[in-house]
């Protein structure tokens, strides 16, 4: 079972940017979809982006235009790039392998971001 750490959280103002990383323990290149998640107080774990085995990328409508997954299989990581950042994007952020149809399999432990002045 694949092993996921993130790192690149933070607290940052509103309208600045950060950049998660998840980094995998072992092989995605062939392997997996990866996704990007978050879980705000209070509120249930969503769905941010998803990063297809060939690059593909598809996002929630609340980050769309300001978030942009990529991967890179020789590094075994996967990034959020997260611009135009929001108070309301504050929550703990999570990346996961992806099923074939696209569930949720292992997940890292969360890097919390926080959007606040």
């Known amino acids: 079972q694949v092993q996921l750490v993130e790192s690149g959280g933070g607290l940052v103002h509103p309208g600045g940017s950060l950049r998660l990383a998840c980094a995998a323990s072992?092989?995605?290149?062939?392997?997996?979809?990866m996704g990007w998640y978050r879980q705000a107080p209070g509120k249930q774990r969503e769905l941010v982006a998803i990063?297809?085995?060939?690059?593909?990328?598809n996002y929630a409508d609340s980050v769309k235009g300001r978030f942009i997954g990529s991967r890179d299989n020789a590094k075994n990581t996967v990034y959020l790039q997260m611009n135009s950042l929001k108070p309301e994007d504050t929550a703990v952020y999570y990346c996961?392998?992806?099923?074939?149809?696209?569930?949720?399999?292992?997940w890292g432990q969360g890097t919390q971001v926080t959007v606040s002045s």
């Open positions: 072992g092989s995605i290149s062939s392997a997996y979809h």
């Open positions: 996961a392998t992806l099923s074939p149809s696209l569930f949720p399999q292992s």
């Open positions: 990063i297809t085995l060939v690059g593909i990328t």
